[in-house]
């Protein structure tokens, strides 16, 4: 099955906005931020898990693991949040960080690879 890569775009989009929204709700009611991380955190990972790295580039697919890694922290702070562990906000830090470098440094990897 493939998907349409706007709509995964928006799906991806939409996901990280869910995430980032869970941390500011759990202040207000932490039972509605549980759910809404769990549904930011799923849409990130089918979305980030179904795009692979495109090019041949062995820095670019160590970072593509950086991401994944990333993907599976995020989704042990949606278990620690469900558990009401405190934790959960540094491992989603860590994994926000790992995703940020990733996806910036991945992009001049590719765009690199695809000038030579």
Known sequence: MKINPKVKNTIFQISALLILLAAVIYS????????VMATGV?????TTITTPYPGK??????LFNIQVFALILMIVS???LFKDISGWVV???????LTLY???AMSKVY???QEE
């Open 42 to 46: 799923l849409g990130f990972t089918v």
């Open 102 to 104: 990733s996806n910036i």
């Open 111 to 113: 765009k690199k690879e």
């Open 91 to 97: 491992t989603l830090l860590i994994a926000a960080v």
């Open 57 to 62: 580039s062995i820095r670019g697919k160590r």
């Open 28 to 35: 207000l009611d932490v039972t509605i931020a549980k759910y």
């Open 78 to 80: 949606t278990v620690l």
